[in-house]
């Protein structure tokens, strides 16, 4: 069966403020050494198992021509705009009626573009069995993440060892992201995995949840699809898209389904959530500190300094993230990195628009 592949690039990436902005979301920005943005690495990591003629990227209209840019190899048809932001139910239907017109049936892969993986060939591996899972049966496949502390920031899937296709459990049931001592607890059992967010199914069978679970996006779904190669396509999608509810395909789908698989994921997976996995995902200098620019540091440790050709000098610091751009400079301790947010709600709440 056909393979494809659902590149999901939509997000702001708030939280790598002041790097990422609406301009430019964290999805186009390089965060590794290899000097690869972090869309480029996901297709990438995909093109042995998925054409390039057969991935398609959703995001945002304003960032079709970074799309684009950053990867001129893929068919320009296959970059679908959405008018507005509506959460990953809608945007993962609205794909799938795409591919429905053009291949009748095939295999859908979905995956975030804004994930690092550190062995390619392991994480192909995974995707392979739950291709071979989803083409046999209307599976919906899931790929988990194999838990090594007790992250409070991602939600976990809990499974049952006793049913199982090969590496793949069925899924008991998703629960939201949890306190300390419950994550604690859900690594103790052995029977969680964290929910990456990396699906594979066939597009007849997510479509048949969608109609089942969320009728009203399946049956604009349908109105969209019916024109789509006509003259009519772009202002079917302008009038239909805005009207569905913003809604998750875990919480509009995958949380209600039947026959739902999870494969474990031992692949160096890191979401990159926020300024912290540069602590993960890049080497330090001998004082723990991460730097990226024109850096001196003096009698400082474990902090991580982003700048340019600025000279930024770091002195007696300790446990700082220090972002230098060219119009805004970050400072904050490592722990109020989740407080990032809060100053881009203070700048939309004084008109500063300029620096979102």
């Known amino acids: 069966m056909k393979k494809t592949a659902l590149i999901m690039a939509g997000g702001r990436g708030e939280r790598f403020w002041p790097k990422s902005r609406k301009s430019l979301p964290k999805q186009f920005l390089s965060l590794t050494e290899d000097g690869k943005t972090m869309i480029q690495l996901t297709i990438e990591r995909i093109r042995p198992l998925v054409r390039m003629e057969d991935i398609f990227i959703s995001t945002n209209r304003v960032y079709r021509e970074l799309v684009l840019e950053q990867l001129p190899e893929i068919l320009p048809e296959n970059i679908l705009c959405e008018p507005v932001g509506r959460n990953t139910a809608p945007c993962i239907g609205l794909a799938a009626v795409h591919m429905a017109k053009r291949y009748d049936d095939a295999l859908m892969i979905v995956l975030p573009s804004d994930h690092l993986i550190k062995y390619n060939q392991m994480f192909l591996n995974v995707l392979k069995e739950g291709c071979g899972i989803a083409q046999k049966a209307a599976n919906l496949v899931t790929i988990g993440i194999t838990p090594d502390y007790p992250e409070t920031g991602y939600g976990y899937i809990k499974y049952r060892p006793e049913e199982s296709d090969g590496n793949a459990y069925a899924v008991e049931r998703f629960v939201e992201k949890p306190d300390v001592e419950t994550a604690k607890e859900y690594l103790e059992t052995e029977e969680y995995l964290w929910n990456s967010g990396m699906f594979v ?118 446990g700082l993230i220090i972002v230098d751009t060219e119009d805004a400079t970050l400072i904050c301790e490592k722990g109020s990195a989740p407080d990032i947010k809060m100053v881009l709600e203070n700048l939309k709440i004084c008109n500063r628009e300029e620096y979102l």
């Open 201 to 318: 199914w066939k597009v007849s069978t997510i479509m048949d949840n969608i109609r089942t679970a969320l009728p009203d996006l399946y049956e604009g779904l349908v109105k969209i699809g019916e024109t789509l190669g006509t003259e009519k396509q772009e202002m079917v999608l302008e009038k239909v898209f805005p009207e569905f509810e913003s809604v998750s395909i875990d919480y509009g789908i995958m949380e209600k389904a039947q026959n739902i698989f999870i494969l474990p994921g031992v692949f160096g997976w890191d979401d990159v959530g926020s300024w912290l996995a540069v602590d993960r995902i890049r080497k330090s200098n001998e004082s723990g500190n991460v730097v990226s620019g024109n850096i001196i540091t003096i009698h400082s440790k474990n902090n991580i300094i982003q700048g340019g050709k600025k000279l930024i000098a770091a002195v007696g610091l300790e």
